[in-house]
């Protein structure tokens, strides 16, 4: 490898900027265009500048010519020599929208945006600035008077600060050359001054035998008004962070002192400080520690997180899995001795069962991300969205610290998106509308996520117009649908998730074709969740989704079929009851049916529906599970009930093939395969029988 090849730190950057791009996007929406805060501007400012270092580094030179620009506006904006307007504020979110683009193909491998588009952007920016400016911004920066670098910038609190900064051990991936770029992008902090080069730590031996050439270290010195961690975040994916120390440096009296103008940089003799030599692990791996002359500093300044991939923490996770069924056999095993014999054994395995659960519960503890990062999506959508249909909105997030598990954070995005929009097109009422009806001419549209039970629940609600019964109604008519006016609400809610179903009289660009509600029931079925809806006119609507906290672990119910056991989701069955031989009766063309408390149930004998051979004939010696899913209820005869417990879902589509009614398999105590009941397929084909003999 070229000692000059930084390729080794691109995810590092390609993760860093995301976060910067995804910081700066939620920054601007919260921006106050009549009274600007000041932080916020410099944060901004500071997440374009990051990505301007990083992308120059790696040679991105389209990247970096944009964030050049939007550096250029926003530092005189947060200087007050610009006003803060809508259009800036558009500009910003249409260039971070490109940024992004560039960024992602460029992790593929594939070059970034057009030339023109790039262009297109960066003269925009220009042209905010208004017309003096933007021919200053476009011939570049004038020279300076009295002094070739910036001031440097005072903190919020006024306080300068100082802080040395160490680059090395070197060696043929990280040289004294390569910080010569990265050094550029620090004078713009503030004031930089080298203070010389230096001996790096002593030398460690190597297979028995001492090295003969010591590392080399170049240290500078930096006056600005920065933050420790935001001088770490600079440095981030600019270097290597175990060859990079930054040491704060108590501040110095003034005193006059002769300076040297060197090119663009301004060089300042230093005076002694008390460098702190970096400390070493075990494995003779350096590493980054942040201290003052006088000592470590807080705890709260260390690292509190590390980068680790995901494939590492699925196959931590996937071994825990292995470890719980493994602990679930030796259960088995010892549950044929006798306890008073083995007393020790049992003890052993009481404690191996209580370990290994908290090993289970920390694993999956790793996964488990804030619903902060959903709803961080949905501002830039609702603004825009609002904008392009004349509505003014406000939205709300409740619960934003709610975990839950990265895989279903990750697909619960496209669901939201469709109930967000929804909200905005069909249930929010133009400004002039909610103002004729009594209302605030501004809506709001709430996000709430919280945990109850063993599951989470994600709302969106809106203070709209509320669903129409009647429009419902006669639309479902319209399309062939069996429906009454006797049906109640619930039911009435649910036609809105038929597949090509819409009220809307018009179609736009944002919803109407009727694919969206139906999308939104099948993506949270699959996800193991269910979907309701509230609504009442003129009040507002709300849908609540309910979603397992994790798909890799389930609580289930296992029932006996003859010789085989089935796994049924816990979180379905409302009851189970062993019914009176005249319960269950016959409908003429509709199959059988139980009345459980007024209401007539669908029964489904589950070995028919899997096409296994049940032991149990006759209803009343067997069990009905009374099930709910798709906004109805089935009664599921099984044989036998064997208990309830955990179990660690198998993916049966990845191992063997999709089978209908079957969402995954698990591993039991003895080693045997149990499959995992699919409840959604199961109802949804109970009460379609029903609807065709009708």
């Not at 030796?330 to 659960?357: I, K």
Request: with cysteine; hydrophobic share 45%.
């Amino acid at each position: 490898m070229d000692g000059n090849d930084l390729s080794q730190y691109l995810g590092v950057f390609f993760d860093e900027a995301a976060e910067h791009l995804a910081a700066m996007e939620s920054l601007l929406l919260e921006l106050d265009v009549g009274a600007a805060d000041a932080e916020k501007l410099a944060a901004i400012f500071r997440a374009a500048h990051s990505v301007k270092g990083g992308a120059a580094m790696f040679g991105m030179q389209d990247i970096a010519e944009l964030t050049h620009e939007m550096e250029t506006v926003f530092d005189r904006v947060r200087r007050g020599e610009q006003a803060l307007t809508r259009e800036i504020v558009d500009t910003f979110l249409a260039c971070a929208d490109a940024l992004k683009a560039m960024l992602a193909a460029r992790r593929k491998g594939e070059s970034g945006a057009a030339e023109a588009d790039v262009g297109a952007l960066c003269g925009r920016l220009r042209a905010s600035l208004g017309t003096s400016a933007a021919a200053e911004a476009a011939e570049g920066p004038r020279p300076q008077a009295h002094s070739p670098v910036p001031e440097a910038q005072a903190a919020p609190d006024g306080r300068l600060r100082t802080f040395e900064i160490v680059f090395g051990p070197f060696d043929r991936k990280f040289t004294a050359a390569a910080v010569d770029g990265i050094v550029a992008d620090l004078r713009d902090f503030g004031t930089l001054e080298e203070i010389g080069a230096a001996p790096g730590p002593k030398p460690r031996r190597a297979r028995g035998k001492a090295k003969t050439k010591a590392p080399v270290e170049r240290r500078f010195r930096i006056e600005t008004g920065s933050t420790e961690q935001e001088l770490a975040d600079a440095l981030g994916f600019m270097a290597d962070p175990d060859r990079v120390e930054v040491i704060a440096v108590e501040p110095q009296p003034a005193a006059p002192r002769p300076v040297e103008e060197q090119g663009f940089g301004l060089f300042v003799p230093s005076q002694d400080l008390r460098a702190a030599q970096p400390a070493e692990d075990g494995s003779g791996s350096k590493v980054v520690e942040l201290r003052s002359p006088k000592g470590p500093l807080p705890q709260a300044a260390e690292a509190s997180s590390i980068r680790v991939s995901v494939e590492k923490v699925d196959q931590l996770i996937n071994l825990v899995g292995e470890l719980v069924i493994t602990q679930a056999m030796l259960a088995q095993t010892a549950s044929r001795f006798d306890p008073v014999l083995h007393e020790a054994l049992f003890n052993g395995l009481a404690q191996l069962e209580r370990n290994t659960r908290d090993l289970q519960e920390a694993a999956m503890a790793i996964r488990m991300m804030p619903m902060s990062l959903v709803f961080a999506r949905f501002p830039r959508l609702v603004r825009d969205t609002a904008a392009k249909l004349g509505k003014e909105v406000e939205l709300h997030t409740v619960g934003e610290n709610t975990e839950l598990d990265k895989g279903l954070i990750e697909r619960i995005v496209d669901p939201l998106t469709h109930l967000v929009r929804n909200s905005l097109d069909h249930g929010l009422e133009p400004p002039e509308e909610r103002a004729a009806a009594g209302k605030v001419r501004r809506g709001t549209i709430t996000l709430h996520a919280y945990h109850q039970g063993g599951a989470i629940v994600i709302e969106v609600s809106d203070d709209g117009r509320g669903l129409q019964r009647e429009k419902i109604l006669a639309k479902a008519r319209e399309r062939g649908r069996a429906v009454s006016d006797a049906m109640t609400d619930a039911e009435v809610w649910q036609l809105v998730f038929e597949p090509g179903f819409s009220t809307a009289e018009q179609v736009t660009d944002v919803s109407g074709r009727g694919v969206g509600m139906d999308v939104v029931r099948r993506n949270i079925q699959e996800l193991g969740g269910r979907v309701e809806i509230e609504s009442s006119a003129g009040v507002g609507t709300r849908v609540t989704i309910r979603l397992p906290l994790t798909l890799a672990i389930l609580d289930g119910m296992s029932v006996r079929l003859g010789r085989e056991i089935v796994i049924v989701p816990l979180g379905y069955i409302t009851e189970a009851l062993q019914p009176q031989p005249e319960a269950v009766r016959s409908l003429a063309g509709r199959g059988l049916v139980i009345a459980v408390r007024g209401e007539y149930l669908p029964v489904v004998a589950l070995a028919e529906v899997l096409g296994l051979p049940g032991e149990k004939r006759r209803y009343e010696e067997g069990i009905l599970l009374v099930l709910e899913a798709e906004g109805g209820k089935t009664a599921l005869f099984v044989d036998e009930l064997l208990g309830q417990h955990q179990v660690v879902i198998k993916s049966l589509e990845a191992n063997y093939r999709k089978v209908p009614g079957i969402s995954g398999a698990t591993i039991l105590g003895d080693g045997r395969v149990a499959l995992i009941l699919d409840v959604a397929h199961v109802v949804a084909r109970a009460h379609s029988r029903l609807e065709l003999a009708a």
